[in-house]
Protein backbone atom coordinates (compact mmCIF):
# COMPACT_ATOMS: atom_id res chain seq x y z
CA UNK A 1 0.00 0.00 0.00
CA UNK A 2 2.81 2.41 0.99
CA UNK A 3 4.52 1.77 -2.34
CA UNK A 4 1.37 2.42 -4.38
CA UNK A 5 0.79 5.47 -2.56
CA UNK A 6 4.28 6.42 -3.52
CA UNK A 7 3.82 5.48 -7.26
CA UNK A 8 0.57 7.43 -7.68
CA UNK A 9 2.68 10.39 -6.18
CA UNK A 10 5.25 10.76 -8.31
CA UNK A 11 2.74 10.05 -11.09
CA UNK A 12 0.58 12.99 -10.08
CA UNK A 13 4.01 15.25 -10.05
CA UNK A 14 4.82 14.21 -13.68
CA UNK A 15 1.49 15.00 -14.60
CA UNK A 16 1.47 18.34 -13.04
CA UNK A 17 4.39 19.06 -14.40
CA UNK A 18 3.35 18.04 -18.20
CA UNK A 19 0.75 20.67 -17.35
CA UNK A 20 2.67 23.44 -16.43
CA UNK A 21 5.00 22.47 -19.28
CA UNK A 22 2.12 22.82 -21.84
CA UNK A 23 1.63 26.17 -20.41
CA UNK A 24 4.42 27.71 -21.35
CA UNK A 25 4.60 26.49 -24.58
CA UNK A 26 1.56 28.13 -25.28
CA UNK A 27 3.19 31.46 -24.50
CA UNK A 28 3.02 33.85 -27.51
CA UNK A 29 5.72 36.51 -28.70
CA UNK A 30 3.36 39.11 -28.28
CA UNK A 31 2.91 38.90 -24.14
CA UNK A 32 5.65 41.01 -23.22
CA UNK A 33 4.38 43.65 -21.18
CA UNK A 34 4.89 42.47 -17.50
CA UNK A 35 1.56 41.44 -15.86
CA UNK A 36 -0.46 42.18 -12.83
CA UNK A 37 0.36 39.62 -9.86
CA UNK A 38 -2.69 38.20 -7.88
CA UNK A 39 -2.43 38.45 -4.29
CA UNK A 40 -5.24 36.71 -1.78
CA UNK A 41 -6.39 33.84 -0.36
CA UNK A 42 -5.67 29.99 -1.72
CA UNK A 43 -8.43 27.74 -0.05
CA UNK A 44 -8.87 24.01 -1.09
CA UNK A 45 -9.01 20.37 0.31
CA UNK A 46 -7.10 17.58 0.33
CA UNK A 47 -8.84 15.25 -1.82
CA UNK A 48 -6.27 12.00 -0.83
CA UNK A 49 -7.80 12.22 2.46
CA UNK A 50 -11.60 11.69 1.00
CA UNK A 51 -10.48 8.99 -1.21
CA UNK A 52 -8.46 6.97 1.23
CA UNK A 53 -11.74 7.00 3.76
CA UNK A 54 -13.84 6.04 0.53
CA UNK A 55 -11.43 2.95 -0.15
CA UNK A 56 -10.33 1.88 4.00
CA UNK A 57 -12.85 0.90 6.55
CA UNK A 58 -9.92 1.73 9.19
CA UNK A 59 -9.67 5.03 8.11
CA UNK A 60 -11.24 8.40 7.97
CA UNK A 61 -10.30 11.91 7.69
CA UNK A 62 -10.44 15.34 5.61
CA UNK A 63 -8.37 18.48 5.66
CA UNK A 64 -8.57 22.48 5.19
CA UNK A 65 -5.56 23.72 3.59
CA UNK A 66 -5.10 27.30 2.77
CA UNK A 67 -2.23 30.47 1.79
CA UNK A 68 -2.25 33.64 1.78
CA UNK A 69 0.64 35.38 -0.14
CA UNK A 70 2.51 38.32 1.48
CA UNK A 71 5.72 39.42 -0.86
CA UNK A 72 6.23 38.03 -3.98
CA UNK A 73 7.50 34.96 -3.49
CA UNK A 74 6.18 34.10 -0.15
CA UNK A 75 3.23 32.92 1.42
CA UNK A 76 1.42 32.28 4.53
CA UNK A 77 0.42 28.47 4.70
CA UNK A 78 -1.45 26.65 7.00
CA UNK A 79 -3.93 22.97 7.06
CA UNK A 80 -6.65 21.88 9.68
CA UNK A 81 -7.84 18.41 10.01
CA UNK A 82 -9.48 15.55 11.80
CA UNK A 83 -8.37 12.23 11.15
CA UNK A 84 -9.38 8.47 12.79
CA UNK A 85 -7.42 5.10 12.50
CA UNK A 86 -7.71 1.86 13.53
CA UNK A 87 -4.00 -0.04 13.46
CA UNK A 88 -4.56 -3.85 13.62
CA UNK A 89 -1.19 -5.30 14.48
CA UNK A 90 -0.05 -9.00 15.21
CA UNK A 91 -0.72 -8.40 18.85
CA UNK A 92 -2.31 -5.25 19.10
CA UNK A 93 -5.55 -3.41 18.24
CA UNK A 94 -5.35 0.48 18.97
CA UNK A 95 -7.76 3.69 17.13
CA UNK A 96 -6.31 7.13 17.13
CA UNK A 97 -8.59 9.63 16.75
CA UNK A 98 -8.55 13.77 16.70
CA UNK A 99 -7.77 17.31 15.42
CA UNK A 100 -4.67 18.71 14.22
CA UNK A 101 -3.57 22.41 13.07
CA UNK A 102 -0.35 22.92 10.64
CA UNK A 103 1.46 26.35 10.57
CA UNK A 104 4.22 27.74 8.36
CA UNK A 105 5.23 29.61 5.38
CA UNK A 106 5.95 28.44 1.82
CA UNK A 107 8.44 29.90 -0.67
CA UNK A 108 7.62 29.61 -4.47
CA UNK A 109 11.37 28.93 -6.31
CA UNK A 110 9.36 28.78 -9.48
CA UNK A 111 10.16 31.95 -12.34
CA UNK A 112 6.79 31.85 -13.86
CA UNK A 113 6.13 33.33 -17.68
CA UNK A 114 4.01 36.29 -18.47
CA UNK A 115 0.33 35.48 -16.74
CA UNK A 116 1.11 32.10 -14.88
CA UNK A 117 0.83 32.03 -11.22
CA UNK A 118 2.04 28.27 -10.52
CA UNK A 119 4.32 27.00 -7.54
CA UNK A 120 7.22 24.92 -7.53
CA UNK A 121 8.07 25.56 -3.59
CA UNK A 122 9.41 24.59 -0.53
CA UNK A 123 8.05 25.24 3.08
CA UNK A 124 8.29 24.87 6.59
CA UNK A 125 5.69 23.64 9.25
CA UNK A 126 5.04 23.35 13.05
CA UNK A 127 2.02 21.27 13.59
CA UNK A 128 0.03 20.38 16.87
CA UNK A 129 -2.38 17.63 17.26
CA UNK A 130 -4.82 16.57 19.82
CA UNK A 131 -6.20 12.90 20.23
CA UNK A 132 -7.61 10.17 21.95
CA UNK A 133 -6.06 6.21 21.83
CA UNK A 134 -8.44 3.78 22.60
CA UNK A 135 -7.00 0.29 23.26
CA UNK A 136 -9.73 -2.14 21.67
CA UNK A 137 -7.68 -5.80 22.31
CA UNK A 138 -4.30 -6.60 23.01
CA UNK A 139 -2.18 -10.02 23.51
CA UNK A 140 0.40 -10.34 26.41
CA UNK A 141 3.55 -11.12 25.18
CA UNK A 142 5.18 -14.54 26.60
CA UNK A 143 8.15 -15.14 24.17
CA UNK A 144 6.05 -18.40 22.71
CA UNK A 145 2.71 -19.33 21.61
CA UNK A 146 3.62 -23.15 21.51
CA UNK A 147 0.50 -23.30 24.03
CA UNK A 148 -1.77 -21.49 21.84
CA UNK A 149 -4.95 -24.00 19.76
CA UNK A 150 -5.61 -22.45 16.42
CA UNK A 151 -8.51 -21.58 16.13
CA UNK A 152 -9.33 -20.49 19.60
CA UNK A 153 -8.37 -17.40 21.73
CA UNK A 154 -5.12 -17.27 23.17
CA UNK A 155 -5.63 -17.11 27.67
CA UNK A 156 -2.89 -13.97 26.88
CA UNK A 157 -5.44 -12.75 24.62
CA UNK A 158 -7.28 -9.07 26.51
CA UNK A 159 -10.51 -8.30 25.01
CA UNK A 160 -11.05 -4.73 27.36
CA UNK A 161 -11.13 -1.28 26.26
CA UNK A 162 -8.91 1.43 27.71
CA UNK A 163 -9.26 5.19 26.29
CA UNK A 164 -7.01 7.31 27.00
CA UNK A 165 -8.10 11.08 26.06
CA UNK A 166 -6.43 14.76 26.11
CA UNK A 167 -3.41 13.46 24.21
CA UNK A 168 -1.40 15.94 22.70
CA UNK A 169 1.68 15.61 19.85
CA UNK A 170 4.20 18.13 18.19
CA UNK A 171 6.34 18.26 15.05
CA UNK A 172 8.16 20.48 12.61
CA UNK A 173 8.01 19.63 8.89
CA UNK A 174 9.79 20.37 5.53
CA UNK A 175 7.24 20.30 2.56
CA UNK A 176 8.48 20.16 -1.37
CA UNK A 177 5.39 20.27 -3.41
CA UNK A 178 4.17 22.16 -6.67
CA UNK A 179 1.01 23.93 -7.42
CA UNK A 180 -0.47 24.54 -11.16
CA UNK A 181 -3.45 26.78 -11.96
CA UNK A 182 -5.73 24.65 -14.75
CA UNK A 183 -8.19 26.79 -14.85
CA UNK A 184 -8.89 30.95 -13.66
CA UNK A 185 -7.71 30.57 -10.11
CA UNK A 186 -8.65 27.05 -9.93
CA UNK A 187 -5.34 24.88 -8.66
CA UNK A 188 -4.34 21.64 -8.42
CA UNK A 189 -1.09 20.62 -6.02
CA UNK A 190 0.55 18.01 -4.71
CA UNK A 191 3.49 17.66 -1.96
CA UNK A 192 5.24 15.33 0.13
CA UNK A 193 6.66 16.09 3.54
CA UNK A 194 9.16 14.68 6.17
CA UNK A 195 8.04 14.79 9.92
CA UNK A 196 10.22 14.88 12.89
CA UNK A 197 8.39 14.86 16.14
CA UNK A 198 9.15 17.27 18.88
CA UNK A 199 7.23 15.89 21.55
CA UNK A 200 4.39 13.49 22.14
CA UNK A 201 2.27 12.29 25.77
CA UNK A 202 1.60 8.84 25.50
CA UNK A 203 -1.18 6.72 27.31
CA UNK A 204 -1.13 4.76 29.86
CA UNK A 205 0.15 1.36 29.30
CA UNK A 206 1.38 1.59 25.60
CA UNK A 207 2.77 3.91 22.94
CA UNK A 208 1.17 6.05 20.40
CA UNK A 209 0.92 3.91 16.83
CA UNK A 210 -0.97 6.58 15.38
CA UNK A 211 -1.43 10.74 15.86
CA UNK A 212 -3.63 12.89 13.28
CA UNK A 213 -1.83 15.23 11.34
CA UNK A 214 1.32 13.36 11.73
CA UNK A 215 0.78 9.56 10.45
CA UNK A 216 1.64 6.31 11.72
CA UNK A 217 4.77 5.73 14.60
CA UNK A 218 7.13 3.06 14.98
CA UNK A 219 9.72 2.07 17.49
CA UNK A 220 12.79 2.65 15.25
CA UNK A 221 12.78 6.32 14.58
CA UNK A 222 11.56 9.91 15.19
CA UNK A 223 10.15 10.62 11.69
CA UNK A 224 7.61 10.12 9.33
CA UNK A 225 6.98 10.94 5.60
CA UNK A 226 3.50 12.75 4.67
CA UNK A 227 1.88 13.44 1.48
CA UNK A 228 -0.99 15.55 -0.02
CA UNK A 229 -3.46 15.96 -3.07
CA UNK A 230 -4.62 19.47 -3.29
CA UNK A 231 -7.71 20.87 -5.42
CA UNK A 232 -7.54 24.78 -4.39
CA UNK A 233 -9.29 28.09 -5.56
CA UNK A 234 -7.63 31.59 -5.29
CA UNK A 235 -9.40 34.88 -3.77
CA UNK A 236 -7.95 37.69 -5.40
CA UNK A 237 -7.83 40.26 -3.10
CA UNK A 238 -5.82 42.57 -5.15
CA UNK A 239 -3.36 42.75 -7.88
CA UNK A 240 0.38 44.25 -7.72
CA UNK A 241 2.89 44.98 -10.87
CA UNK A 242 5.54 42.75 -11.57
Known sequence: MKQLHTYLFFISILFISGTLSSQ??????????????????????DIARFIRSAINDDYSGFEINGDYRVYRNYYIAAEIGN?????????????????YVRLGIDYNTYKNWYGMQNSIYAGL?????TFDQTLNNYNIFTGTNFFDVEGMPSENFRDEQRESSGLTASWVELILGIKVEILPNLY?????????LVSEKDPDG???????GYGRTND???FGVGYTYTVSYLIPFFKKKK
Not at 188 to 196: E, K
Open 83 to 99: ESLIRDEANINVEGSGS
Open 125 to 129: RYGFS
Open 188 to 196: LGANISLRG
Open 220 to 222: FSQ
Open 206 to 212: FENLFIP
Open 24 to 45: ENNISARDTLPPAEKYGLRVGV
